[in-house]
């Protein structure tokens, strides 16, 4: 061609995604540009789980162009209630999978980066600094704190939020100003605080503050509105009541203060004062013999075993215990087990119990290695007792 000529500049945006954001383009805080930020953006999720699946869903139908998922869990059917990045077709699969193949089946257009593994400070610095926004869905203190510490150390901000039974709690940190360790300096004592497995949870209530966490991370990546940064958001779904509490960073806090005093990641199990995680890779020095199976009895076995003298050892928190327990078990809640091992008789048969059999597993364990050789554990604990009509009680009772 002669003459003077615009050079052809690439579009922002190719048809398929002028119609698929079309209705989010109309705003005038989003618009072309602002779309086109979005499907730049790179947004980890840590945990494809109750509060990561409406994160992950909400920021993939929007457009965010570059989505990682971290999380080293396969998919049971106890997490289709609230988890709705996995189906009832993908039991047993890894979730990073099923994640991925929900988000492909929403949004094409979009890059999935999977982490099928448990995130640690192996792994967390590496894993984390590949991506501009961190949404924490973790429902564990150690990694709460690991994935601060990492985000902190990265400059990254970190949207968060936690739910339990009808509550939620959601806030933003932003690199300079403040921290989850300047809002919760250190780690509730262990079993302090019951997990969703223990407690339960309201579906909708993970997906409600899942939610909040993707407006969040829209906000910045756009950049516009008031971020929650600073703020704690409040929510109490079974009163309908809402409300926000101001926090501001600790000069004091001993990563994000005027003077840190931790500049590295740390072992955050032993900062949570937990043991090491079970299924954690050794690193280094002589394999483990292979452990035994723990010997697990059903619960007419165990009635029977009872009958006969076997003790029963409850090994859930007193809360949980009040609210119903098996009749002749003795309360010893998980943390306390190894200061009162003597309180179990050694030359008698020995049945372990908490709410569904998980915790009571990791007691069989240590029992087991503390030398009672006849220990076994309650499958399915009190749930499958009471589901077969079982007798329980109710109250304090003996403890
Ligand atoms: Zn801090």
Not at 169 to 180: D, E, N, S
Not at 251 to 274: N, Q, R, S, V
Request: proline residues 8%; negative net charge.
């Amino acid at each position: 061609m002669r003459g003077k000529s615009v050079p052809a500049a690439a579009p922002l945006l190719n048809k398929e995604q002028l119609a698929r954001y079309s209705r989010q383009m109309i705003l005038g805080e989003v618009g072309i540009p602002g779309q086109r930020r979005l499907l730049d953006g790179k947004v980890l999720v840590v945990g494809a789980g109750g509060l990561g699946s409406p994160v992950a869903l909400y920021l993939a139908a929007a457009g965010v162009g570059t989505i990682g998922i971290v999380d080293g869990d396969r998919v049971d059917l106890s997490n289709l209630h609230r988890q709705l990045l996995h189906r009832t077709r993908d039991l047993g699969c890894p979730k990073t999978e099923s994640a991925a193949q929900t988000i492909e089946e929403i949004n094409p257009g979009i890059t999935v980066v999977t982490f099928p593994t448990v995130l640690s400070s192996a792994n967390a610095l590496e894993i984390l600094g590949k991506f501009d926004v961190v949404v924490n869905g973790s429902d564990n203190f150690p990694t709460r704190y690991l994935v601060n510490d990492a985000c902190v150390l990265l400059r990254r901000p970190l949207v968060d939020a936690s739910v339990l039974r009808w509550e939620g709690q959601a806030t933003v940190y932003l690199p300079g100003r403040g921290c989850y360790r300047c809002l919760f300096p250190t780690p509730p004592p262990p079993g302090a605080v019951p997990s969703c497995a223990e407690a339960g949870v309201i579906g909708a209530v993970a997906g409600h503050m899942g939610t909040i966490q993707a407006i969040e991370t829209v906000k910045l990546l756009l950049g516009v509105g008031e971020s929650l940064a600073n703020r704690l958001l409040l929510v109490d779904a079974l009163s309908g009541e809402t409300r926000t509490v101001q926090w501001s960073r600790n000069p004091e806090c001993p990563i994000c203060g005027d003077h840190p005093t931790i500049t590295a990641l740390i072992e955050y199990e032993e900062f949570c004062g937990l043991p090491g995680r079970p299924n954690a890779p050794a690193t280094g020095g002589a394999p483990d013999a292979v452990a035994e199976p723990v010997a697990e009895v059903d619960p007419h076995e165990a009635a029977l075993m009872l009958e006969q003298g076997a003790q029963l050892i409850d090994v859930r928190e007193p809360w949980e215990w009040a609210a119903s327990h098996i009749p002749g078990a003795r309360l010893i809640p998980v943390a306390e087990v190894s200061r009162r091992a003597s309180e179990i008789d050694p030359n008698r048969p020995v049945i372990v119990q908490c709410a569904v059999g998980g915790r009571s597993a990791g007691v069989v364990e240590v029992l087991r290695k503390a030398g009672h050789k006849r220990v076994h554990n309650l499958a399915g604990g009190i749930i499958a007792w009471t589901n077969l009509g079982l007798p329980t009680e109710t109250g304090p009772g003996q403890g």
